[in-house]
């Protein structure tokens, strides 16, 4: 039985064989937007293949006069539309096309067919960031579609956002990468999940609890945009013309912008009184200091008048308090583990 899955003989070797070009592009890339070698190939190409008829590209390449075919040929019926020197150009869904370049693999393996050049032409390219596009559509499909997350809001994440933030801060004292990695995506999943809640007007979040204007939703482009805006108003030196050579001189200019920005009557205002101890007491007293608000420490009797001290100590050599007491806390956990045999001193 003759097999006819593969051509049964060689073209003449002096026959040009042609080339088979698989335009690929990226579904975070605007449909249309193409390299210039793409549209180059796909002018100049004999025919353009397609199996999808709603390939995103479609309507844009009509718009430059490149006719396209429906056909979703196997590799021995390309690699036979290419004989004689034709390029044909194919255009694989987004999922890419397996049958199509196993089959070609085999032929190039087989010994038995004179193949056509391949290339593998990248039409658009991810630009940095672009996961964060799918970020936002998984997070779009997950609230919309799951039991759990649909229910959530506002007030019901707030839990989480500072239980991420404490085990990131944990994967930096760690100095474990793959851990800082996974911390930094649970940190960036409160942020991209409070934005897609914001995004439905009307209460907070779907938990009965009207707040003042509650009902203006926003999206992550907002949070994205605002940051965007904040950052280059708050870097004159970067983004204008203003000089800083320092960081101190950068410190000045961010605490200049931002007096401007808040309108704070006072330095202690934006300070957030629900933060830590340590670092409540050390954010009072850097900001009286870089305001140059001249203020005594308060006296009094107790050890919190003591800690007060030693943080605002600590803040004015550049030390964290709040840092340096957990690393002191880590020594002093391992300690403790040490006297129960748990883990070997100093490992």
Request: proline share 6%.
């Amino acid at each position: 039985m003759t097999d006819h899955s593969e051509p049964t003989a060689t073209p003449d070797a002096d026959e040009p064989t042609g080339r088979i070009v698989l335009l690929t592009t990226s579904h975070r890339v605007a449909p249309g937007v193409l390299s210039w070698p793409a549209w180059q190939t796909l002018h100049a190409a004999d025919r353009v293949l397609c199996a999808d008829p709603g390939h995103p590209q479609l309507p844009y390449l009509r718009e430059a006069g490149i006719e396209v075919a429906f056909e979703s040929p196997d590799a021995h019926a390309l690699v036979e539309a290419c004989a004689g020197g034709r390029t044909v150009v194919v255009l694989p869904g987004g999922e890419g096309d397996q049958r199509l370049t196993d089959g070609l693999a085999r032929l190039a393996g087989s010994g038995r067919v004179s193949m056509p050049d391949l290339e593998l032409l990248p039409g658009s390219y991810d630009l940095p960031g672009a996961r964060l596009l799918d970020l936002v559509q998984v997070m779009d499909r997950v609230r919309r579609e799951c039991p759990w997350t649909s229910r959530q809001t506002h007030r019901g994440l707030a839990k989480y956002a500072i239980e991420e933030a404490y085990e990131l801060v944990e994967a930096i004292e760690d100095g474990d990468r793959e851990e800082l990695r996974e911390e930094l995506g649970d940190v960036l999943l409160q942020v991209v999940f409070h934005a897609r809640i914001a995004e439905e007007a009307g209460g907070d979040g779907g938990d009965g609890e009207d707040d003042e204007g509650a009902d203006e939703a926003f999206s992550i482009d907002d949070v994205a945009g605002a940051l965007v805006t904040k950052l280059i108003h708050r870097h004159p030196h970067v983004f204008g013309d203003a000089k800083a050579e320092t960081p101190e001189d950068v410190s000045a200019h961010w605490q200049r912008t931002k007096a401007v920005e808040k309108r704070r009557a006072s330095v202690t205002d934006g300070i957030p009184v629900g933060q830590p101890g340590l670092a409540l007491a050390a954010k009072l007293a850097g900001r009286a200091r870089t305001g140059g608000v001249a203020v005594e420490l308060p006296r009094g009797e107790g050890i919190g008048y003591e800690l007060l001290e030693l943080a605002a100590r600590a803040e004015a050599a550049g030390i964290d308090p709040e840092t340096a007491l957990r690393a002191a806390a880590r020594a002093y956990r391992d300690a403790i583990r040490a006297a129960e045999g748990l883990v070997e001193p100093g490992e």
